[in-house]
């Protein structure tokens, strides 16, 4: 299909009838974007593959398997399209899994005027001016890249989402090898700013996570002294070896060698305590500095996709 590049083109999947009719009179509001929308789930997948599209916005309810893997599914098909998730479910632990999954904005109902206006202008103009930028970026033979980020929650998958497609617009990387990148850097983002400069312990999250408050928790301590002011860097070098990225916090740092010895003690069962040791596996090597208050992640070249 012939596409004008003008126009930034959503795809959108919600599979009540009047909820997609509701939800439309936003975006036709918008003349530079083209919104397709459906209410089957194979309708989804069977226009992913068949046309070009910008954004995925999909409702995911329920505990039906379709709705499990979805976002799995949708990254088989178009493994770099952004992915917004909209739900009713508000419980922190959908949240982070969806985001863990590779979502990269999470939305609980109802998707009013006011979330959809929200939508658009975070997600358009990035994407019309990432075409051009990746252009130019496939010329490039080695780049680095230093950025600092202040403790925000609702930060962290916009910004491992913007360094994942920053190191593969370069072309260095097969494409199969984004998911698990983005994965590693949303990971360690996380540990840096909740257990980093954030002082969260395992047995706070634990609790909090319990009591269904943990996101509120985070951004209620993220806007108070001495955690507010405090920053985590990010470093990245992209060669034709391929890529090391230093994400640095400004917490007191932890016990690298106690961490290391119990990670094969680790139980898979466990909600967070885990993220580290999916990075781990999702890259060709992740170390620590011995403070503790920095991870060193590594994905080389020739690297082969599990």
């Known amino acids: 299909m012939i596409r004008s590049f003008e126009k930034f083109r959503i795809l959108l999947y919600l599979p009540s009838a009047p909820e997609m009719d509701s939800v439309m009179v936003h975006f036709r509001r918008y003349p530079d974007i083209e919104t397709e929308g459906v209410i089957h789930v194979s309708e989804l997948f069977n226009l992913l593959a068949d046309d070009d599209f910008?954004?995925?916005?999909?409702?995911?309810d329920g505990a039906a398997p379709e709705n499990k893997h979805l976002i799995q599914e949708v990254r088989k098909i178009r493994r770099s399209i952004p992915v917004v998730v909209i739900s009713s479910a508000a419980e922190p632990e959908r949240?982070?899994?969806?985001?863990?999954?590779g979502a990269l904005d999470y939305l609980i109902r109802p998707l009013d005027e006011e979330k959809v206006h929200s939508i658009l202008n975070n997600y358009r103009q990035d994407f019309h001016d990432s075409r051009l930028i990746a252009r130019m970026d496939r010329f490039i033979e080695k780049k680095m890249v230093r950025m600092t980020i202040p403790t925000d929650v609702n930060l962290l998958?916009?910004?491992?989402?913007?360094?994942?497609?920053?190191?593969?617009?370069?072309?260095?990387f097969e494409d199969s090898l984004r998911y698990n990148l983005n994965l590693a850097i949303f990971e360690c983002l996380s540990n840096a700013l909740e257990h980093g400069n954030l002082e969260v312990t395992y047995e706070e999250k634990t609790e909090n996570i319990q009591l269904g408050n943990y996101l509120d928790k985070l951004r209620l301590r993220s806007s108070q002294e001495p955690f507010r002011n405090r920053k985590i860097r990010v470093k990245y070098f992209l060669n034709e070896e391929g890529v090391r990225?230093?994400?640095?916090?400004e917490g007191a740092g932890f016990d690298?060698?106690?961490?290391?010895?119990?990670?094969?003690?680790?139980?898979?069962?466990?909600?967070?305590?885990?993220?580290?040791?999916?990075?781990?596996?999702?890259?060709?090597?992740?170390?620590?500095?011995?403070?503790?208050n920095e991870v060193i992640l590594k994905l080389n070249r020739d690297k082969s996709a599990d």
Not at 95 to 101: G, V
Request: hydrophobic residues 40%; proline residues 1%; glycine residues 6%.
């Open 95 to 101: 949240i982070l899994d969806s985001l863990r999954q």
């Open 245 to 249: 990225i230093s994400i640095r916090d």
């Open 157 to 172: 998958p916009h910004i491992a989402q913007r360094i994942t497609d920053d190191i593969f617009d370069t072309a260095i």
């Open 54 to 60: 910008d954004l995925v916005i999909a409702a995911i």
């Open 256 to 292: 690298v060698r106690g961490y290391t010895e119990k990670t094969g003690q680790k139980s898979n069962e466990d909600f967070h305590g885990r993220g580290l040791l999916l990075a781990m596996n999702m890259v060709s090597s992740l170390t620590f500095n011995s403070r503790g």
